[in-house]
């Protein structure tokens, strides 16, 4: 709650105990403005996206202030599945627990289908994420936006931050000194009175109809609807439909499709096909209307509801805004601000959310004075290709779906499973994504830049864990720096060279840690109750800015702590023992996995973003003169192509 100034505090409770409490001079102190509320990143909307991006902004110690014209959270409906990305998001946050004991998890898929010579009958079952699909949960999530908003709400609160309700975003002013807070207008509660805030940074996440969109200059949603409607249905179900446990594709070549999704709470979620043989009006299909429908569709099963939660009506569209962020890289839209679809290909609450994650530590950053301009800029290079991406697949998947052809839905299912289950969202070469130098297919493995870093397993030296390796290190907004040589005693004096070169006074890597250091000491992260268990201290003990990982294949009976460099000693968490390949999705090692294979005298490195996706990656030869001193160079280098000193000039690419 802001401070009320205090001399009009003083004289309104002066006035109101007077006899004459009513005349003009109080009525004009009750309606003085209230003073700006000052930010340094303004988010409007409290949907999936903007607490993603909210949360992970308060997490980093970024001063954030959420607007939502909503009295509270989704209570009903909307969105409600999580693809296996999403699930390792959350799980790198530290927040899954919650939405894996509640959910319901999802492995296969069955179609049905009944023509004019045929009944309803069951076309076969397929699972729905098989082993090609290299992942830790290989199956949907089915849990209702209102929990996963919750879970955002409740984290942040505990940092100390929460939702303003009841204001509405009315228009924003950015001012001629490109330094200088721009002003964002809105108003709140019933009398609409207005307020406003002053932020270095907005973003719209204010969905499909956004008003934060609408008043960027020159931007707009373009792309196309469908006539087709579509009723949704949730609600607990009585039926004899074997395959209600299921994600389930019905087709009635009569009446429609439907898509039948199992829900959390016993409940089941249908969307409902008004297929039309005439001009009939969409505005009578209402919830009597679609429940016949289904049972229709359904037919020779029974079919009927306990209880409906809740029913909606909608057509397809798929549309993308010409831009995701201004002129100035100052204001940004994500979510359903920026792309809109089908609800059945259950993408649009995780691409929402994956939206906000690659723009919060970029957010992070820039408001700290680490990032060139081109960081932020590299928002809309890589978030409006994946949304130009999902839109095309979900037109023809919402066709497939719509034509209940099984086989040719199936097909297109398996042609795009990677981007469907998230890990396929890959990003182009740009200023972040260095192209791999060596062009040799043998040597390339899964870590490569633009990508996700594939799931692996590893034994921490320090307590002995199996851990997945690219869950272990929290989102603290760093990026992560994994070295990994088979020997460290043979790597030994390329490490000693490497850690001597970094930690120098002129390397821009211990430059830009001592910058950041500064920064942290004046704007720390928020401490949580969780801490005291999940220790964020480990990971910063060298940089607030950079994790070093050492990933060696030796025996822990054969090294100790205290052979490594001093800044590998300092970073004895993330001391890594690749000895479990049996424990992994593909029974490889993390080194054979990422790299594709590795020279036994040869350092790699690996370069891995704040959002979890490679940067760059790079190859030594260890028994070389100064092959340690040319790695710090590089690594220098790579950070220079996108990252500055606070208060310098960009450094130079």
Not at 100 to 119: K, N
Not at 511 to 540: G, K, N
Request: glycine share 6%; with cysteine.
């Amino acid at each position: 709650m802001d401070t009320p100034n205090v001399n009009t505090v003083v004289e309104t409770r002066r006035l109101s105990s007077s006899p004459d409490y009513m005349n003009p001079l109080f009525t004009n102190l009750r309606t003085l403005p209230e003073p700006p509320i000052e930010c340094q990143v303004c988010v409007i909307g409290a949907g999936p996206a903007g607490l993603m991006l909210a949360a992970n902004l308060t997490r980093f110690g970024i001063k954030v202030e959420v607007v939502d014209d909503r009295a509270d959270q989704t209570p009903v409906g909307r969105a409600d599945g999580l693809q296996p990305k999403t699930i390792e998001t959350f799980r790198q946050m530290r927040l899954a627990d919650t939405l894996l004991q509640r959910g319901v998890r999802v492995f296969d898929i069955s179609f049905w289908r009944s023509t004019a010579d045929e009944p309803l009958h069951r076309l076969g079952r397929e699972v729905h994420y098989p082993p090609v699909i290299d992942v830790l949960d290989p199956y949907i999530l089915l849990v209702h936006q209102g929990i996963v908003e919750k879970l955002f709400i409740e984290d942040m609160k505990i940092r100390g931050r929460e939702v303003r309700r009841n204001t509405a975003f009315d228009s924003y002013m950015l001012p001629e000194d490109k330094d200088s807070p721009m002003r964002v207008n809105c108003r709140f509660n019933v009398g609409q009175h207005r307020r406003t805030l002053l932020a270095q940074y907005l973003v719209g996440c204010d969905g499909a109809h956004s008003k934060v969109r609408k008043s960027i200059p020159n931007v707009e949603a373009t792309g196309m609807s469908q006539e087709a409607m579509w009723g949704v249905l949730d609600g607990e179900i009585i039926t004899n439909f074997p395959d209600i446990w299921s994600k389930t594709l019905v087709y009635s070549q009569e009446y429609g499709s439907i898509l039948v999704i199992p829900r959390e709470r016993n409940m089941t979620r249908f969307y409902i096909e008004l297929k039309t043989t005439g001009k009939a009006d969409p505005r009578m299909a209402g919830q009597e209307f679609v429940m016949q429908r289904a049972r229709k569709i359904m037919a020779p099963f029974t079919l009927d509801w306990k209880y409906i939660e809740w029913f909606g009506r909608y057509k397809v569209g798929q549309r993308v805004a010409s831009n995701f962020a201004d002129a100035n890289s100052r204001v940004f839209l994500a979510g359903d601000a920026s792309h809109t679809h089908s609800p059945k290909s259950a993408q649009g609450m995780n691409t929402s959310m994956h939206d906000s994650w690659n723009l919060a530590w970029k957010l992070n950053l820039a408001v700290r004075g680490l990032v060139q301009q081109s960081v932020l800029e590299s928002y809309e290079q890589e978030r409006r290709k994946i949304a130009l991406d999902l839109v095309n697949f979900d037109y023809e998947h919402a066709n497939k779906i719509a034509g209940g052809d099984a086989v040719a839905l199936a097909e297109n299912f398996r042609t795009n499973m990677r981007f469907i289950s998230g890990i396929g969202a890959e990003y182009s070469e740009n200023v972040l994504n260095q192209a791999a130098e060596e062009a040799v297919p043998y040597m390339m493995g899964g870590a490569k830049p633009g990508c996700l870093l594939p799931p692996a397993k590893v034994t921490r030296y320090l307590d002995s864990n199996p851990v997945d390796i690219q869950l272990d290190i929290p989102m603290l907004g760093q990026f992560r720096i994994y070295l990994l040589t088979w020997d460290v005693r043979q790597a030994g004096p390329f490490l000693e060279t490497f850690c001597q070169a970094i930690a120098t006074t002129s390397s821009f890597v211990s430059q830009l840690s001592a910058a950041a250091s500064a920064s942290y000491a004046a704007h720390p992260r928020p401490s949580a109750p969780e801490d005291i268990y999940l220790r964020p201290e480990r990971y910063t003990a060298v940089s607030h800015l950079f994790t070093f990982a050492l990933i060696t294949t030796m025996s822990k009976s054969d090294i100790e702590i205290s052979d490594l460099p001093a800044l590998l000693q300092d970073s004895r968490w993330t001391f890594y023992l690749d000895d479990i390949p049996e424990q992994d999705t593909r029974g490889l090692h993390c080194t054979s996995k990422w790299l594709g294979s590795l020279g036994p005298s040869e350092v790699a490195i690996v370069n891995v973003r704040p959002d979890g996706y490679v940067g760059s990656v790079g190859r030594w030869e260890s028994s070389l003169d100064n092959s340690g001193v040319e790695a710090a160079k590089w690594l220098d280098a790579y950070y220079q192509r996108f990252m500055q000193l606070p208060n310098t000039k960009p450094a130079s690419v």
